[in-house]
């Protein structure tokens, strides 16, 4: 395995924000997830729409989207882009549909851009702030909660091209 550079980090130690503007424009869409697991009365209350601050998965969903939009402002060397898609999907997961036996929701999250750098950092803040959201409005029936699983699944785009997470 060879030695390979942070690119955040330049040669004498010091952050910085790496130079992109000698790069091409390529087209990068990176595919996130993340969980939150709950009770499942709580979960019931998120599916039968019966959350007392209304509905979870829609503002989940919207909250992901701006979040995506908002990443370079939150994540210090990250580029701001111009994303060109932000989906996120949120998908109650009942007893019985996971190996370890947990209860919840799963977040998906897609973003794209057309541009020099890529785009995982946003779907990455997607998926957390989508779980985020959860909590916040749920968190009045249920302080346990516990948000997991945060990672990346696929990017492709850019010089490195296609990266899948396996298994």
């Known amino acids: 395995m060879t030695e390979q550079q ?37 979960l019931a209350l998120i599916v039968e729409g019966k959350a007392a601050k209304g509905d979870v998965l829609a503002c989940a969903r919207v909250a992901g989207v701006m979040a995506a939009k908002q990443t370079s402002a939150l994540i210090p060397m990250c580029h701001p882009l111009n994303i060109t898609k932000a989906k996120v999907e ?16 799963h977040v998906t999250t897609t973003c794209g851009v057309t541009g020099k750098t890529g785009i995982e950092m946003e779907a990455l803040t997607a998926a957390s702030v989508a779980c985020l959201t ?24 850019g010089k490195t091209g296609l990266w899948e997470r396996e298994g």
Not at 13 to 42: H, L, N, W, Y
Not at 90 to 105: K, L, M, Y
């Open 134 to 157: 959860v909590y916040d409005m749920c968190k009045a029936v249920d302080r346990g909660m516990e948000i997991s699983d945060v990672r990346l699944l696929k990017k492709d785009g």
């Open 90 to 105: 949120c998908t109650p997961v009942h007893a019985g549909e996971r190996a370890d036996g947990r209860v919840g929701i």
């Open 6 to 42: 942070l690119t955040h980090i330049d040669d004498k130690g010091d952050v910085r924000m790496v130079d992109v503007s000698a790069k091409a424009d390529t087209q990068r869409v990176a595919v996130a997830e993340g969980f939150i697991s709950m009770k499942p009365e709580t």
